[in-house]
Each structure stands twice: as structure tokens, then as C-alpha cells.
């Protein structure tokens, strides 16, 4: 079983649509989460982290789940531009060290 | 703006060639740094963790004498990969954490590999 898993996708959604993705992680040990985003051929950009307590910025909202070992993201009013392959990434308690998701693709129709 | 910087973005070259790629924290100071190998429509893997003025610590599967890192400096982590074979093409990326343990890591440009 992998570290982290993510559905691959690809989510084909409208514009304007509200859609959601789920990260499930093995390792109880693990004690920060991130979601990064990256476009084709390009390097991951921070999209935000995410905190027990669940977090928003702006369109995109944040959870952690402990107890079933899971994160998610939630994208609302899906823009053309959110277009591209979300990474979820969970980090050991005192390292340093990241284990990737494979990446959901979403892709936002007009 | 960028935090981390990485060069060359692109690389052509023919086989058995050795080349050097530069990993740059800009403005910041990163004792530690990491280094990714993605290919086509894959995830991240972590290759190895680049650590200031001591070895690095090569995740399993890696080879340590093809892929030389090293860390001299507090802003430069470099890696060379030695005699490149096709196989070798991919996209090299690093990253490095800017505010420390359990912060969110920030990553160079990436270095596309091209082995003929």
C-alpha cells in the first residue's frame, strides 16, 4: 500500500462547479499535510497548507481527518485556470521529509 | 517571487556525459535539501536529502555514485549526474524548507533532463 493515495482522476468538471478531492495517508506518524498544485512540465507551487482544525483560502478549503487518516480539498466556483494536477503531501513528525501523493488531475471546462 | 532557484532548466546531451545541476536558496539559509525525480505523468520521488557539509542520505533504490550530491554551502546544494544513459532522462527538481521542520517546503524551477 503507498505512503499517501490519491484518486488520479482526471475530474472533468464545468466552470463554476464545486469539486472536492481525498488524500488518504498509512502512516499515523505523520504529522503535517500540504496541497500543492502543478501545472504541466512545471515544479509544485504551495497551495496551502492544511490544520486539524480545517482551514479556507478563498475558493479552496482544507481538512484533516486523524482519526480516518485522510485529507481533503475542496474547490469552489472551479475557475478555467485551477486547471492542473493537485499533490497531496504528508510530512513525518521532526523531519523534514516528504512523501507525494500521485496527484489528482482536475480539468475545468468551459 | 522564487525562494529556490535551479539551473539549467533544460538539458540536452548525448550519453555518457556528466551533468552538474545547481539548487540556489535564495535570500535564505537551507541546511537541508531535497531532491525529486519525476517522470512522465508519475509523482515526486524523493532521490535523496542534501545535507549542509555532511553526506547526503540517499533514499533506496538510489545510486549514490551516479548521483553525486553535494552541499557545501548554506544557499547551494548541487547534483551531478555522472555518465547519463537514456534512462536517466527525467525531470530533477529541489526543493528546501524555508522556515524549518514541519514547514511547507519550496521548489526550484525543475531541471528537464534529456539524454540522447
Known amino acids: 500500500r503507498k505512503e499517501v493515495e490519491q484518486d488520479p482522476g482526471p475530474f472533468n468538471v464545468p466552470e463554476g462547479a464545486t469539486v472536492a478531492f481525498n488524500c488518504t495517508y498509512s502512516?499515523?506518524?505523520?504529522?503535517?499535510f500540504f496541497w500543492y498544485r502543478q501545472d504541466c512540465r512545471k515544479e509544485p507551487k504551495l497551495l496551502m497548507s492544511v490544520y486539524s482544525s480545517g482551514n479556507e483560502d478563498g475558493r479552496f478549503t482544507a481538512q484533516l481527518n486523524r482519526a480516518s487518516q485522510y485529507i481533503s480539498l475542496l474547490i469552489r466556483d472551479s475557475k478555467l485556470s485551477d486547471s492542473a494536477t493537485y499533490l497531496c503531501?504528508?510530512?513525518?513528525?521532526?523531519?523534514?521529509?516528504?512523501?507525494f501523493g500521485t496527484g489528482t488531475r482536475l480539468k475545468v471546462l468551459a | 517571487g522564487a525562494v529556490v532557484s535551479q539551473h539549467p532548466s533544460w538539458v540536452i546531451c548525448k550519453s555518457g556525459t556528466s551533468v552538474k545541476i545547481e539548487c540556489r536558496s535564495l535570500?535564505?539559509?537551507?541546511?537541508?535539501m531535497f531532491w525529486y525525480r519525476q517522470f512522465p505523468k508519475q509523482s515526486l520521488m524523493l532521490m535523496a536529502t542534501s545535507n549542509e557539509g555532511s553526506k547526503a542520505t540517499y533514499e533506496q533504490g538510489v545510486e549514490k555514485d551516479k548521483f553525486l550530491i553535494n552541499h557545501a554551502s548554506l544557499t547551494l546544494s548541487t547534483l551531478t549526474v555522472t555518465s547519463a544513459h537514456p534512462e536517466d532522462s527525467s525531470f530533477y527538481i529541489c526543493?528546501?524548507?524555508?522556515?524549518?521542520?514541519?514547514?511547507?517546503?519550496?521548489f526550484g524551477d525543475g531541471t528537464r533532463l534529456s539524454i540522447l
Open positions: 526543493s528546501a524548507p524555508l522556515h524549518g521542520r514541519n514547514q511547507p517546503q519550496h
Open positions: 502512516n499515523s506518524a505523520s504529522q503535517s
Open positions: 503531501v504528508s510530512l513525518f513528525s521532526g523531519t523534514y521529509k516528504y512523501i
Open positions: 535570500d535564505f539559509q537551507a541546511t537541508t
